[in-house]
């Protein structure tokens, strides 16, 4: 369930650590994520991708997270991951660089990933839920079909066991 109380939603950081931090300034947070009127973070998802540090924003999130003072559900960039799904702008996670943006030849900054942030990246993500919610607030990356969220609370198993069980049902 999502937290009771105050709650700061998050989402879309895609490896911007700094604009992640000055975010969490402003909002109040210290750098341990805690806040002087007790308000917790939710992200949203898409921690990763495009920005310049996609391994310190999940660094970050999920030590949050795994000190109780974050909750995060699932984004499609982190389903991509799990997947295994190269994109535009996740080569970082297979230790690779690429040209971000379009108006640049050259490559981008940006921290490339080793086999052991994989594992741990891989581990943190299967871990998470696709959707929290409370009596006033529901929280998902992309829609909300009650149906779905209903079979989604029922299934046994990871995000990514959900998302191969789902789509095989849907392309019959």
Same mark, same amino acid.
């Given at each position: 369930?999502?937290?009771?109380?105050?709650?700061?939603?998050?989402?879309?950081?895609?490896?911007?650590?700094?604009?992640?931090?000055?975010? @969490?300034?402003?909002? &109040?947070? /210290?750098?341990n994520?805690?806040?002087?009127?007790?308000?917790?973070?939710?992200?949203?998802?898409?921690?990763?991708?495009?920005?310049? /540090?996609?391994? &310190?924003?999940?660094?970050?999130?999920?030590?949050?997270?795994?000190?109780?003072?974050?909750?995060?559900?699932?984004?499609n960039h982190?389903?991509?991951? @799990?997947?295994?799904?190269?994109k535009?702008?996740?080569?970082?996670?297979?230790?690779?660089?690429?040209?971000?943006? %379009?108006? %640049?030849?050259?490559?981008?900054?940006?921290?490339?990933?080793?086999?052991?942030?994989?594992?741990?990246?891989?581990?943190?993500? %299967?871990?998470?839920?696709?959707?929290?919610?409370?009596e /006033?607030?529901?929280?998902?990356?992309?829609?909300?079909?009650?149906?779905?969220?209903?079979?989604?609370?029922?299934?046994?198993?990871?995000?990514?066991?959900?998302?191969?069980?789902?789509?095989?049902?849907?392309?019959?």
């Amino acid at each position: 369930p999502l937290f009771e109380g105050p709650i700061d939603i998050v989402g879309d950081v895609h490896g911007e650590t700094g604009e992640l931090f000055h975010l @969490l300034d402003l909002l &109040g947070y /210290d750098g341990n994520g805690h806040h002087p009127e007790g308000r917790r973070l939710v992200f949203v998802g898409d921690l990763v991708d495009r920005g310049p /540090d996609s391994i &310190g924003v999940v660094r970050f999130v999920r030590g949050l997270v795994e000190a109780g003072r974050a909750q995060m559900v699932l984004g499609n960039h982190e389903l991509n991951l @799990l997947r295994g799904s190269r994109k535009h702008g996740n080569h970082w996670f297979w230790g690779e660089p690429e040209v971000i943006r %379009k108006d %640049k030849e050259a490559l981008s900054f940006q921290v490339l990933a080793d086999a052991s942030f994989r594992a741990e990246a891989i581990s943190f993500f %299967k871990s998470l839920p696709v959707a929290l919610h409370r009596e /006033d607030v529901r929280v998902v990356h992309a829609c909300w079909r009650p149906e779905s969220i209903a079979e989604l609370q029922e299934f046994e198993g990871n995000a990514i066991e959900a998302y191969d069980f789902f789509t095989a049902r849907a392309e019959e």
